[in-house]
């Protein structure tokens, strides 16, 4: 993909120090926590269908100091998983009440968590592109709309054969989208947004 012309955003994932926090674009992709030893560790895995996707994530999970690996899923899905780690308890807290995943209270998604989600589950579409989330019912689903919003990346809610999600559409939408989540991970194809 082209990106010239693009000039990407001071608020925007490049500028920005990696996190741990960006982790919650992870469960914006359908992300799940897996809590060990009392709760005083925790995983996070997703499952993603290209290989590209398991590439780029891993090497966004590097970035923030966490070691990961891959593992074959059911319906030729990949599986990338982070180490259990005493680090990520307080964040796999943050995100459930019991065994149900919750969004927390103070959630404000960063460019960079976007980009994760944008990694983990965005597709290029005729129609623009789209940010698949798994649960079209669920309540992470209802709130990421507003997410989008406040990065000020409006985005229509959608339903169809491909999966549920947000839509970002038009030259001005997509270009902001392009701005915030930076350059385009190696083997995405057209699978980016373009700006």
Do not use: Y
């Not at 809590?35 to 290209?50: C, F, K, M, N, T």
């Not at 209270?105 to 968590?113: E, G, H, K, P």
């Not at 005729?126 to 507003?146: S, V």
Request: net charge negative; proline share 6%.
């Amino acid at each position: 993909m082209d990106n010239r012309g693009v000039q990407f955003s001071l608020f925007g994932a490049e500028a920005a120090d990696p996190l741990v926090e960006d982790l919650d674009g992870v469960l914006f992709a359908g992300g799940d926590w897996v809590r060990a030893d009392g709760g005083a560790a925790a995983r996070l895995s997703v499952l993603v269908p290209e290989q590209w996707r398991a590439e780029a994530l891993r090497a966004e999970l590097a970035d923030r100091g966490l070691d990961s690996d891959t593992a074959a899923a059911p319906g030729d899905l990949i599986a990338v998983r982070t180490q259990i780690t005493e680090r990520l308890a307080p964040h796999a807290l943050r995100w459930t009440r019991g065994a149900a995943l919750r969004p927390p209270a103070d959630l404000a998604l960063s460019a960079s968590a976007l980009r994760l989600w944008a990694i983990a589950a965005g597709r290029a579409e005729e129609a623009g592109f789209l940010l698949r989330m798994p649960d079209p019912d669920g309540e992470l689903h209802r709130i990421a709309g507003g997410q989008l919003a406040r990065l000020g990346v409006t985005a229509v809610e959608v339903g169809s054969r491909i999966g549920a999600g947000w839509r970002v559409t038009s030259v001005k939408r997509l270009r902001r989208l392009a701005e915030l989540i930076g350059a385009p991970p190696a083997g995405c194809g057209p699978d980016w947004p373009r700006g």
